[in-house]
């Protein structure tokens, strides 16, 4: 079996890790200083398969923290703001896409 970080990692455009927090299971993005953070604005962004998978690699060694780390798209706006970049990871920051008829 193939480890995730020994697998092709083919990326589009830019491109952040995220994981689960270990203690309370919340969506977790890594940072530039070597850490994670709850907010997707503070992630460390990467551009190339290379950088990714060095990001990659860094964050699945810190498994204390954060559990499962992956390579999630992510879309950077002219103003800067960083949204996720597809459904899943939408889905994963904000919670379920529909109304639901009792409150979470």
Not at 31 to 46: C, E, H, M, N, Y
């Amino acid at each position: 079996m193939t480890s995730p970080l020994q697998q092709k990692i083919k990326i589009t455009g830019p491109s952040v890790v995220t994981a689960n927090r270990t203690w309370d299971g919340i969506v977790v993005y890594r940072d530039g200083k070597r850490g994670w953070t709850p907010d997707l604005a503070d992630a460390a962004i990467v551009r190339t398969a290379d950088d990714a998978r060095a990001l990659l690699a860094e964050s699945a060694a810190d498994d204390v923290v954060a559990i499962g780390p992956y390579i999630a798209p992510v879309i950077v706006k002219d103003d800067g703001a960083i949204e996720p970049g597809n459904l899943r990871e939408r889905i994963r920051r904000k919670g379920v896409t529909i109304d639901l008829p009792i409150p979470a």
